[in-house]
C-alpha cells in the first residue's frame, strides 16, 4: 500500500495502466471498456481499477491535474507496484490550424516550463521522450483505427492561465503541437525508473481559432483515443 494508491498489493494493479487526469474518465473507462473491473482505490476520490481487455489484465488509475499530482501517481505506479507500461490519456490545446478540435496528439517528446527536473539532478536540460515501443505499438494499432493521429512534441506547463495572450506563439513557432500539463513528468518519471510511457491527448481547445470543447466532451475526451491506448498496452 502506497501514501497515495490504496491497492493491497502490487498485483492489484497491471503492469500496462492508462493514466486519465480526471478520476470520472477513469470510471468511464473501467465500466465502458474492461471487462470485469475491480475498484482497487479510492483515495481522495482518485479512482483506480483493474480489469482485462481482450483478456489482458489493464489498470486505469485517475492522476489529477499538473505536474506534481502525474508525478506523485506515475512514481507510486512505477516504484510500489511494478508497472511496466503507463499510458497518459488526456486532453490538450492545438497550436496549429492543421490539428484540429478531437484529433489526437501523440507525445513523441515534452517541452516543459517547469523546473520538475531538479529533483533527477541532470547537469543540464533534459529533453524527456515517448517510448519508442509504445510508440511504435501505437502507431501499428491506427493503422487499423485509422484516426486523426498527429505525432510530434508537446509542451507541459505549470501555469493554465498565462497573464500574456500570446504566450503560446513561441512555442508554435518552434513546431510544438499542443499544450497540456502532465507529460514531462510521467516521461522522466518512466526514465528514472527505467519503463516505458507514452501520452496521447484528444484536442480539445484550438488557440488559433478560439474553438473549445463542452465539459462533458473534456470529460470523457474521445472513446477512439481510449481504444487506442487499450491497444498499446495489450499488443
Known amino acids: 500500500m502506497s501514501t497515495h494508491i490504496n491497492a493491497a498489493d502490487r498485483g492489484d494493479i497491471a503492469e500496462s495502466v492508462l493514466l486519465p487526469g480526471d478520476p470520472l474518465r477513469a470510471k468511464y473507462i473501467a465500466d465502458k471498456f474492461l471487462d470485469g473491473p475491480v475498484l482497487y482505490s479510492d483515495v481522495r476520490n482518485m479512482y483506480g481499477y483493474t480489469g482485462t481487455y481482450k483478456g489482458v489484465p489493464v489498470s486505469v488509475q485517475g492522476t489529477g491535474m499538473g505536474m506534481p499530482s502525474m508525478g506523485i501517481y506515475s512514481w507510486e505506479l512505477m516504484t510500489e507496484y511494478g508497472c511496466r507500461n503507463l499510458i497518459r490519456i488526456g486532453t490538450a490545446g492545438s497550436f496549429h490550424k492543421h490539428i484540429r478540435i478531437k ?133
Open 103 to 235: 484529433d489526437v496528439v501523440v507525445a513523441m517528446a515534452a517541452s516543459t516550463d517547469s523546473n520538475y527536473v531538479h529533483t533527477f539532478d541532470v547537469p543540464g536540460n533534459m529533453a524527456p521522450c515517448a517510448s519508442w515501443e509504445l510508440l511504435a505499438k501505437a502507431w501499428k494499432a491506427n493503422e487499423k483505427l485509422g484516426l486523426a493521429v498527429k505525432p510530434g512534441n508537446v509542451v507541459t506547463c505549470d501555469v493554465f492561465y498565462e497573464t500574456d495572450p500570446d504566450w503560446w506563439k513561441k512555442w508554435a513557432k518552434m513546431d510544438i503541437l499542443a499544450v497540456e500539463m502532465e507529460t514531462a513528468a510521467l516521461y522522466m518519471n518512466a526514465a528514472w525508473n527505467g519503463v516505458n510511457a507514452l501520452a496521447m491527448m484528444t484536442i480539445t481547445d484550438h488557440f488559433v481559432t478560439g474553438e473549445k470543447c463542452t465539459v462533458e466532451e473534456r470529460l470523457y475526451a474521445s472513446d477512439e483515443m481510449i481504444t487506442l491506448a487499450l491497444e498499446a498496452a495489450v499488443a
